[in-house]
């Protein structure tokens, strides 16, 4: 399934004409219904598999870009391929790692970088953009390419813009409520990643895209770094990350609903690992879908866009230019190929290959 779809659907512009007259790709391209788009991960994972729980921790994967694995296309499934068979980095000094190496290299070619410099609007002469509002000062750049969230991009930076639809009523994948504990004892029963998973997943995940609400039995996610990287955390003691999906925020994820969460979390965690967690919890952060959208700028904290629930969501994803407006290109999780790092990393790189088209086209 990769071979056949991960060179349209993840390396490629889904939008432009010169993918689909590409022979090598419309090769792929014609053997599409192979991807079994029309049945769900769940569906097609039933099949491949007897026991339930292992058919249980492969449809996690359609959480990976904040989507329902009982809805989502078949075709997800490449992502258990890319994890098991292709294989994940562990960037050493965490995630933060990787923009500090991008930082180093965009710097090795003197290209300067202005942190803490929040854009407030890009303009625009007719369909041409031409200039970002930044800090009181308007800039003049040949080229503008956002990273910004592209829901919030639209009501908050291009106001003048007609929103396109899929923009308009966005269909939102999942946000996320994140605990950094430190705690002070090493758990042996823990690996570097363990998830916990609630009894009946399919209910868990009705009430995050139906009810748009918390499930009593949340999925525990417990991210221990430690275990990997022993300088993460001091001596005899460990740093635990506790993440659950939640839904996308539309003012109902309040206080209340974060203290039930924990409260059931926690419950989750002293029943599983027979313990009493909160008399070990000596540090705590707490990152909620609004300060994910605080700081991200990723409306109703929605982790990666909108979901994938349907067949068409790929082609739904806002395109990384737009047809009508010139100068100005889009990438990050919101547009094209999606959300999560690699795909992320994706759109940068089909965008980089369509602005070195447009500026040949235009020096032609
Ligand atoms: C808790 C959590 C856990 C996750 N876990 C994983 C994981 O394990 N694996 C994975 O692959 N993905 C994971 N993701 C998803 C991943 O982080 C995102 O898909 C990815 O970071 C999106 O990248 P981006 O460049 O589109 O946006 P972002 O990384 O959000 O970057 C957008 C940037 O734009 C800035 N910005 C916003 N508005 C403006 C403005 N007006 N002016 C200037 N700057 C602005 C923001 O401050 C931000 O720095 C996780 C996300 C969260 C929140």
């Known amino acids: 399934m990769y ?14 004409i010169s993918t689909w007259t590409n022979p090598e790709l419309r090769k792929n391209a014609s053997k599409a219904l192979k991807l079994k788009p029309f049945s769900s991960m769940f569906n097609e994972l039933s099949k491949m598999f007897e026991k339930d729980k292992t058919i249980q921790i492969f449809s996690r994967y359609a959480t990976y870009n904040g989507s329902n694995p009982y809805k989502a296309p078949s075709t997800l499934n490449v992502i258990a391929h890319l994890e098991h068979n292709i294989g994940a980095y562990f960037p050493k000094n965490g995630m933060r790692q990787i ?29 041409v953009a031409k200039s970002i509002l930044v800090n009181n000062q308007i800039l003049e750049y040949d080229l503008i390419i956002s990273d910004v969230d592209i829901n919030f991009l639209y009501r908050n930076l291009l106001k003048d813009l ?23 004892k090493k758990f042996a029963e823990l690996d570097l990643h363990n998830i916990l998973f609630s009894d009946n997943y399919k ?16 999925t525990v996610y417990i991210y221990v770094s ?13 740093n635990w990350f506790v993440m659950i999906n939640t839904p996308a925020n539309k003012g109902q994820i309040d206080e209340n609903y974060i203290k039930t969460a924990r409260k059931n979390i926690i419950e ?31 409306l109703a904290g929605a982790l990666y866009g909108a979901n994938s629930n349907s067949i068409m969501s790929a082609f739904n994803r806002h395109a990384n230019f737009r047809r009508n407006l010139k100068n100005i290109y889009f990438v990050g999780g919101s547009v094209h190929p999606g959300g999560g790092i690699p795909l992320c990393i994706a759109s940068a790189k089909i965008t980089s290959e369509i602005i070195k088209k447009d500026i040949l086209l235009k020096n032609k």
């Open 3 to 16: 071979d056949i779809s991960a060179d349209v659907f993840i390396f490629s512009s889904l939008h432009k």
């Open 99 to 127: 923009i500090n190496e991008l930082e180093n290299i965009i710097k090795k070619y003197n290209i300067s970088v202005f942190t803490n410099s929040y854009v407030e609007k890009i303009n625009f002469d007719k369909k």
């Open 162 to 184: 007609k929103m396109p639809k899929k923009i308009k009523k966005p269909d939102f994948s999942t946000s996320a409520l994140i605990f950094y504990w430190g705690i002070n």
């Open 203 to 218: 209910e868990e995940f009705e009430y995050l895209f139906d009810k748009k609400t918390i499930y009593n039995d949340p």
């Open 226 to 238: 430690k275990k990997h990287n022993q300088s993460d955390a001091p001596q005899g003691k460990e």
């Open 268 to 298: 989750k965690i002293n029943r599983v690992l027979k313990t009493n967690i909160e008399k070990h919890i000596e540090f705590e952060h707490i990152n909620t879908p609004q300060s994910i959208e605080k700081y991200t700028g990723s």
